[in-house]
């Protein structure tokens, strides 16, 4: 029990959670959408975006965690929000455009920083991010905006949930809501534990929901499940293991994920056996 118990002691890996936490809550609900509307590119799209405005702060002389550093990220997530929000093709899927715009965000993201001395370091440090080392006041922050913004999500829900679903028309308004929604998340998400932990949070326990049987509101709460768990096991590995904290939890998330793979397929393979025996 006290190998368990260790790392919770610090109060550096209790803030961690706590920042984990509130970033799974959000993510798994948008993670949701953009898992089911099949464009699984635009998390890292937008979180790159923000990747580049932090990059360009950075090159200018800003800090990170400064207000300036992060008005400039978020101007360059909501730009992306208003493109992908309009992005439309009669030739290319909407998926398509999107990774094709992570591609050119990231190459410029290279660049910019080839004019900082501490490139590579820059980098790293947008991908990976710190989250061992969260500033407790900015998690505070963090969760009175994500509240605030989940009430808004909560009163859209079914509209939002229509358009995911393609059964809304004149969807432009609402895809605007949401990306900029996803603009403002994504921003704050970068700027405390980096782009590959809010890519795992957004996508993993998403999709992992998604291959159990059950309804919507089932489904999310499986995503928050998931989020959770793979929040508290990969610091609680990543402790003990001496290792950064944000890879461990996508790989725990990864986990999970075959986890609910083979779970669905158990339960949809005893669905089809049961259906079989009444109709006999």
């Known amino acids: 029990m006290s190998w368990f118990l260790e790392p919770w002691s610090l109060p550096f890996m209790r803030?961690?959670?706590?920042?984990?936490?509130v970033l799974a809550g959000v993510h798994a609900y948008l993670g949701f959408h953009v898992v089911r509307r099949g464009v699984l590119f635009v998390d890292l799209a937008m979180a790159q975006m923000a990747a580049l405005g932090a990059a360009v702060g950075?090159?200018?002389?800003l800090e990170h965690g400064t207000t300036a550093s992060y008005v400039i990220s978020l101007s360059f997530a909501l730009a992306g929000s208003v493109v992908f929000a309009t992005l439309r093709s009669r030739v290319l899927h909407q998926e398509t455009l999107i990774a094709i715009f992570y591609a050119i965000a990231t190459a410029l993201t290279f660049?910019?920083?080839?004019h900082s001395p501490h490139g590579m370091d820059e980098v790293k440090h947008l991908f990976v991010g710190q989250v061992l080392t969260v500033d407790p006041s900015k998690v505070l922050?963090?969760?009175?905006l994500y509240s605030a913004i989940g009430?808004?999500?909560?009163?859209?829900?079914?509209?939002l949930l229509a358009v995911t679903e393609g059964r809304e028309r004149g969807r432009g308004k609402l895809d605007l809501v949401f990306y900029g929604a996803?603009?403002?998340?994504?921003?704050?998400?970068?700027?405390?534990?980096?782009?590959l932990?809010?890519?795992?949070l957004l996508v993993l326990p998403s999709v992992a929901a998604l291959l159990l049987p059950g309804r919507d509101g089932s489904r999310l709460a499986w995503g928050w499940i998931f989020a959770g768990l793979g929040c508290l096991g990969g610091l609680h590995a990543a402790y003990h293991l001496d290792q950064p904290a944000s890879p461990i939890i996508v790989v725990c998330l990864?986990?999970?994920l075959v986890g609910a793979a083979v779970l669905g397929r158990l339960r949809s393979g005893r669905g089809d056996l049961a259906e079989e025996i009444s109709s006999r």
């Open 254 to 256: 990864a986990v999970l």
């Open 182 to 195: 996803f603009a403002v998340v994504v921003t704050s998400s970068v700027s405390l534990v980096g782009v």
């Open 111 to 114: 660049v910019v920083l080839e």
């Open 151 to 159: 009430l808004v999500l909560a009163r859209l829900n079914k509209r």
């Open 141 to 144: 922050w963090t969760a009175l």
């Open 15 to 21: 803030w961690a959670l706590v920042c984990c936490l």
């Open 197 to 200: 932990l809010v890519f795992g």
């Open 58 to 61: 950075v090159v200018f002389g």
